[in-house]
């Protein structure tokens, strides 16, 4: 009812305040784009089973990616994609819950997408704008638990020379922004898909 929908905008709320104050360093620096970031972190956010990534876009607002690891975690659905539109000012909320982990719990697999999804969606991190896919890349389009990790590493690559070869690349997100801080570097990126190279 109404009080299950005020708890969950709480929790909503609350995880996006605190993204933003520990981000803010980094996004007020510009490493980091104000709506490129995980939002939701399932049972630490007290939203059990929920994953929301947040995304940049060419639309009125940023674009969030869903989802539900848990048959339980589908409730919360229709409260964060009215959160999305009215509280966020979100352009779309996409919900992959096309995960094997699901058929667990004998809960069907689906994508469905809630407002516009913008012509262009993407991460920014280290400089480098990443475009994803919110209804067809891996997971939620990107992996942003690695970004202290790919900034360290662009770090160090920043003094190094040669080739810098990227398996398992994906959309780019550890070479390219190794080639932002040394553009004396030339990048070779491998992986099984064409669509993400």
């Given at each position: 009812?109404?009080?299950f929908?005020?708890?969950?905008?709480?929790?909503?709320?609350?995880?996006?305040?605190?993204?933003?104050?520990?981000?803010?360093?980094?996004?007020?620096?510009?490493?980091?784009?104000?709506?490129?970031?995980?939002?939701?972190?399932?049972e630490?956010?007290?939203?059990p089973?929920?994953?929301?990534?947040?995304?940049?876009?060419?639309?009125?607002?940023?674009?969030?990616?869903?989802?539900?690891?848990?048959?339980?975690?589908?409730?919360?659905?229709?409260?964060?994609?009215?959160?999305?539109?009215?509280?966020?000012?979100?352009?779309?909320?996409?919900?992959?819950?096309?995960?094997?982990?699901?058929?667990?719990?004998?809960?069907?697999?689906?994508?469905?997408?809630?407002?516009?999804?913008?012509?262009?969606?993407y991460?920014?991190?280290?400089?480098?704008?990443?475009?994803?896919?919110?209804?067809?890349?891996?997971?939620?389009?990107?992996?942003?638990?690695?970004?202290?990790?790919?900034?360290?590493?662009?770090?160090?690559m920043?003094?190094?020379?040669?080739?810098?070869?990227?398996?398992?690349?994906?959309?780019?997100?550890?070479?390219?922004?190794?080639?932002?801080?040394n553009?004396?570097?030339?990048?070779?990126?491998?992986?099984?898909?064409?669509?993400?190279?």
């Amino acid at each position: 009812g109404d009080h299950f929908r005020r708890e969950v905008k709480t929790r909503l709320n609350r995880a996006l305040a605190l993204r933003r104050v520990l981000l803010s360093p980094k996004i007020n620096a510009g490493e980091v784009g104000p709506n490129s970031f995980r939002l939701v972190f399932g049972e630490s956010d007290f939203l059990p089973g929920l994953i929301v990534d947040l995304f940049e876009s060419s639309g009125r607002g940023p674009v969030a990616v869903a989802q539900c690891h848990a048959a339980g975690a589908d409730m919360f659905l229709p409260v964060l994609a009215e959160w999305v539109e009215k509280d966020l000012g979100g352009s779309a909320l996409v919900v992959r819950n096309d995960l094997d982990v699901r058929s667990r719990e004998k809960v069907e697999q689906f994508t469905e997408t809630f407002g516009v999804l913008p012509a262009r969606t993407y991460a920014s991190e280290g400089g480098v704008e990443f475009e994803i896919s919110a209804l067809k890349g891996l997971k939620t389009g990107y992996f942003y638990d690695l970004r202290e990790h790919r900034g360290r590493f662009a770090e160090v690559m920043s003094q190094q020379k040669g080739i810098l070869l990227d398996c398992f690349s994906y959309i780019g997100s550890w070479g390219l922004q190794a080639l932002k801080k040394n553009a004396k570097l030339e990048l070779l990126a491998v992986d099984i898909s064409k669509s993400a190279l």
